[in-house]
């Protein structure tokens, strides 16, 4: 340890976390500061990051308030810390990391080293199978309304390390500072936006939720994704139950479900008999209800699964509007492919992951799109059969220039 330093963190440890914010890019806090104006002072600026961390000095700066907008309409709120603020962050992130990994639960896979939305969805979707009810729960405001001291309590039972302790609650007491300028001091909450928030709400959780249902109700598995989660049951009654005492709990953790979005959902397929009037849920950008699908024998029947919701549709196609490509007659077709592509590929490995013929509209729709840019750039492409001639002979020589082109039948049939 260094002697003349309140608390021994490694430099590298400071530069590998500047590495990972670097990353991740994100907007500038309230200091206007971007990634590139750190860099350039770059030795300077991480210096004196670590000499402040190491001395017990550091003292984050206020986070700035913004706020999005939701598929509902609504807004959410992000806190934005500054550049600074935001390696020292992640610095106490990647040194708390790893021991918590070791105690988390299997069944919680939100922002986790080696777990991904993708197996939540696909172990959901197995049990649904096994399981005729769901419980489908919404924390009411959890980011703006997780207890400070409950949380403490968690991170001090994790490290001895003091200068983890001490910045975590600097950081959850830090200022908000709103678009004008006024400011709040937090008593509750910590920002979704911070680059510890995802770690420190999996802590939380852990405590609130995963050991208690491991404690409590062990026979009812559940997945959870941060604060969305859904858990199985075998009878409405026993939802029902389970419903009532998941809601007491958290109240005593200082915590609310959504009275009108947590629900109980019955998994209704061809084998489940009666009616109730909650037969599907969504589930991180999926909607789980009974669907006609074929079994090994190409028998048609009715199976509750999941797949692409109208809401993350919806989002999708909006956003792909917004790049107004049938506009922009300036792109030649290979611009268009380095413009789109990261798009496409983003589409295609989450919504595709469980069933590749869901991805199918929002193929036909870019294909749409990329048609009526064809026709207003090439005059000799405004027929249709000379667009499609076109795009087939572009599709034979390069197969690869739009992700979804490698997919024969999403790249063939979705302009036919």
């Known amino acids: 340890m260094n002697k003349t330093k309140s608390f021994d963190i490694s430099k590298h440890l400071v530069f590998s976390a500047f590495k990972k914010v670097k990353a991740n890019r994100g907007s500038a806090g309230v200091d206007g500061q971007e990634v590139k104006d750190f860099e350039n002072r770059l030795k300077d600026n991480l210096y004196k990051i670590w000499n402040r961390m190491s001395s ?41 990391e790893p021991s918590l990994e070791t105690v988390f639960h299997t069944d919680s896979y939100g922002y986790r080293p080696g777990k991904s939305a993708e197996q939540a969805i696909r172990i959901t979707r197995q049990r ?24 403490m309590k968690a991170v001090v039972r994790h490290t001895q390390e003091r200068w983890i302790i001490l910045y975590i609650e600097r950081w959850l007491k830090a200022p908000v500072q709103f678009q004008d300028d006024t400011q709040i001091y937090p008593l509750k909450g910590t920002p979704q936006g911070g680059v510890i928030s995802p770690l420190l709400a999996n802590l939380f959780l852990h405590y609130a939720f995963d050991m208690w249902m491991d404690r409590e109700f062990p026979s009812n598995p559940f ?108 792109l030649n077709i290979f611009e268009i492919s380095r413009l789109i592509n990261p798009l496409l590929r983003g589409w295609l490995n989450y919504f595709g992951c469980v069933n590749e013929s869901e991805t199918y509209f929002i193929m036909k729709q870019f294909n749409s799109i990329l048609y009526r840019w064809g026709r207003r750039k090439y005059k000799r492409l405004r027929g249709r059969k000379a667009f499609f001639r076109w795009i087939k002979r572009l599709m034979g020589r390069y197969p690869d220039l739009f992700i979804h082109w490698r997919i024969k039948w999403l790249g063939v049939m979705t302009i036919q």
């Not at 603020?85 to 106490?92: F, G, K, N, S």
């Not at 109980?264 to 669907?291: A, M, P, Q, W």
């Open 56 to 96: 017990g000095t550091y003292f984050p700066k206020p986070v700035l308030r913004v706020e999005i907008p939701k598929a509902d309409g609504r807004m959410r709120p992000l806190g934005i810390p500054t550049i600074t603020d935001r390696i020292a962050q992640m610095t106490a992130k990647m040194a708390l």
């Open 128 to 151: 649904c199978w096994r399981f005729d009810w769901v419980i489908d729960l919404d924390i009411k405001g959890f980011f703006d309304n997780l207890d400070h001291d409950l949380l």
């Open 223 to 330: 997945a959870r994704y941060a604060d969305d989660v859904v858990v199985h049951c075998r009878t409405q009654a026993e939802a029902e139950h389970l419903k009532e005492k998941i809601t007491a709990r958290m109240r005593e953790c200082n915590l609310e479900l959504h009275p009108d979005k947590t629900k109980i959902v019955y998994c209704k397929d061809d084998n489940r008999k009666g009616n109730y009037h909650h037969t599907e849920f969504d589930f991180l950008g999926f909607t789980f209800r009974s669907r006609t699908a074929k079994n090994r024998c190409g028998v048609l029947f009715n199976g509750f699964n999941p797949a692409v919701s109208m809401k993350s549709r919806k989002a999708f196609s909006n956003r792909l509007k917004s790049f107004r490509l049938q506009r922009r007659s300036d």
